[in-house]
C-alpha cells in the first residue's frame, strides 16, 4: 500500500525558509524511474507544480520559483525534503507530496497535504 | 515552459448530463496529458493518464481524447459524486517540467 504524508511547520513568518518532509511507504525510491514531486495550492486558487527529484538524484524546479527552493532525498528515511526560502504570505497555500512513476508525468499518489500559513 | 490553459472556467450542469472540458497546450505536448480531480479539502486524484488511459478504479463515464496540443475530458451522465474541480496537466518530454491548467469547477445547475 503507497502512502505519502507531508510534515511540517504550523506557521511560517515572512522572510523564513520553509522546511518540508515527505514521508513514504509501500514502495522504494531506488526503483529506476521513480519519482517525487511537490505541488503547491493556495487557498480557493489552482494547483502549481514546485519541482521533482528523481531516484538518481536528477532534480528540476519550476522555473519561476527555482531560485528559492531546493529538493533533497534521504532514502534510508524513505523520505525527499522540499526548502522554501524567503517566505512571502503569498506563499501561504496546502502543500502537497506527489509520486511520478510513469513515462506519463502523471502523479498517481498524492499525500494527504499540508496547509502552511505565511504571517507575521 | 509549456502552459496550460482550460475551459470553461466552471460550469454548471445536471445529473445524466455529458460535460465536456477542454485543455490546450501552447505547444506540442503529443500524448503527455494527464486529469485530475480534486474534492473540496482532498488530495487530487489522477483520472486519465496519457491523454486517454482511464486509471484503475475510475469509473467509465470519464473519457480522454486528444493529441498535440489540444484535449477533452468528457463525462457521461454526470452524477453527484462526480462535482469537483477538474485540473488538466502537461508533460514536456523534452524539458522534465510539469505544469497544471487553471482548473474547471463541474457543479450542479
Known amino acids: 500500500q503507497v502512502t505519502l504524508r507531508e510534515s511540517g511547520p504550523a506557521l511560517v513568518k515572512p522572510t523564513q525558509t520553509l522546511t518540508l518532509t515527505c514521508t513514504f511507504s509501500g514502495f522504494s525510491f531506488n526503483t529506476i524511474g521513480m519519482c517525487i514531486n511537490w505541488i503547491r495550492q493556495p487557498p480557493g486558487k489552482a494547483l502549481e507544480w514546485l519541482g521533482h527529484?528523481?531516484?538518481?538524484?536528477?532534480?528540476f524546479y519550476n522555473t519561476s520559483l527555482k531560485t528559492r527552493l531546493t529538493i533533497s532525498k534521504d532514502t534510508t528515511k524513505n523520505q525527499v525534503v522540499l526548502t522554501m526560502t524567503d517566505m512571502d504570505p503569498v506563499d501561504t497555500a496546502t502543500y502537497y507530496c506527489?509520486?511520478?512513476?510513469?513515462?506519463?508525468?502523471?502523479?498517481?499518489?498524492w499525500g494527504q497535504g499540508i496547509l502552511v500559513p505565511v504571517s507575521a | 515552459d509549456i502552459q496550460m490553459t482550460q475551459s470553461p472556467s466552471s460550469l454548471s450542469a445536471s445529473i445524466g448530463d455529458t460535460v465536456t472540458i477542454t485543455c490546450q497546450a501552447n505547444q506540442d505536448i503529443t500524448y503527455y496529458l494527464n486529469w485530475y480531480q480534486q474534492k473540496p479539502g482532498k488530495a487530487p486524484n489522477l483520472l486519465i493518464s496519457?491523454?486517454?488511459n482511464l486509471e484503475p478504479g475510475v469509473p467509465s463515464r470519464f473519457s480522454g481524447s486528444g493529441s498535440g496540443t489540444d484535449f477533452t475530458l468528457t463525462i457521461s451522465s454526470l452524477q453527484p459524486e462526480d462535482i469537483a474541480t477538474y485540473y488538466c496537466?502537461?508533460?514536456?518530454?523534452?524539458?522534465?517540467?510539469?505544469?497544471f491548467g487553471p482548473g474547471t469547477k463541474v457543479d450542479l445547475k
Open positions: 496519457d491523454a486517454s
Open positions: 506527489a509520486r511520478e512513476y510513469s513515462t506519463s508525468g502523471a502523479f498517481d499518489y
Open positions: 527529484i528523481y531516484w538518481d538524484d536528477d532534480k
Open positions: 496537466q502537461g508533460y514536456d518530454n523534452r524539458a522534465p517540467i510539469r505544469t
